[in-house]
């Protein structure tokens, strides 16, 4: 069955600490893994995304990567505009994506 | 370009009432997703459709039904509503680009209290 989860629920940083999030999945075939920013009261807005192993995509502080098993997002030097739910899906068959329940980042200035 | 728009944006209803909620998209997206978020539990894919006149359960098809008339339009309704299904719901759309799987476009979501 295909399935993502991601840890930890939530994360609170200080301004400047450095942190990653986790998005491990099981899917069969993974076809794209994809990062999103949700801020509260919005849809979600698109981060990255990687297909194969070892893949790497970076924008500003975030920087996301892929591994057969998980994807990483980390977050260099963090900003309180950096605060949001950032949600993680792989694409399954018949063009369904599964979405992990997300990980609440707390950035304190 | 607007993008993905949703109406309603907010809506109470009684059980047992019906309602459509209606999803917009001017992009020329072949493909098409309503979602619904509940507190710790994600997105969960309900529907979906991969071109004009063609729809396909999600992972949470009961008490829902959708229709694609319209390339640019995707409808969810609830026929009779029940209290479990108050939630925020979420419309995607995405392009079909050969060879590559593409990312989904979110429209600003519809918040539903069914009392």
């Known amino acids: 069955e295909d399935q993502v989860t991601q840890s930890p629920e939530a994360l609170r940083l200080q301004e400047g600490e450095s942190s990653s999030l986790n998005c491990s999945y099981t899917?069969?075939?993974?076809?794209?893994l994809f990062w999103y920013r949700q801020d509260p009261g919005k849809g979600p807005e698109f981060l990255f995304t990687l297909y194969s192993a070892g893949e790497e995509k970076e924008k500003e502080r975030l920087k996301a990567t892929l591994t057969k098993k998980e994807s990483f997002l980390h977050i260099t030097a963090p900003k309180p505009e950096d605060s949001a739910t950032y949600l993680c899906?792989?694409?399954?068959?018949?063009?369904?994506?599964?979405f992990g329940s997300g990980t609440k980042l707390n950035v304190k200035p | 370009n607007a993008g993905v728009t949703q109406t309603p944006k907010f809506r109470v209803l009684k059980t047992g009432q019906s309602m459509t909620l209606l999803c917009a998209q001017d992009m020329n997206h072949e493909y098409m997703y309503w979602y619904r978020q509940d507190p710790g539990m994600g997105l969960r894919l309900i529907h979906y459709s991969v071109g004009e006149g063609t729809t396909a359960k999600g992972e949470v098809p009961d008490g829902y039904n959708v229709s694609r008339l319209k390339k640019q339009n995707f409808l969810l309704g609830l026929e009779s509503a029940a209290p479990s299904q108050t939630s925020v719901y979420f419309c995607?759309?995405?392009?079909?680009?050969?060879?590559?799987?593409?990312?989904?476009?979110f429209g600003p979501g519809t918040r539903l209290t069914v009392l």
């Open positions: 899917v069969s075939g993974l076809r794209g």
């Open positions: 995607a759309s995405r392009p079909d680009l050969a060879g590559v799987v593409s990312e989904q476009f």
């Open positions: 899906a792989v694409k399954g068959n018949f063009n369904k994506f599964y």
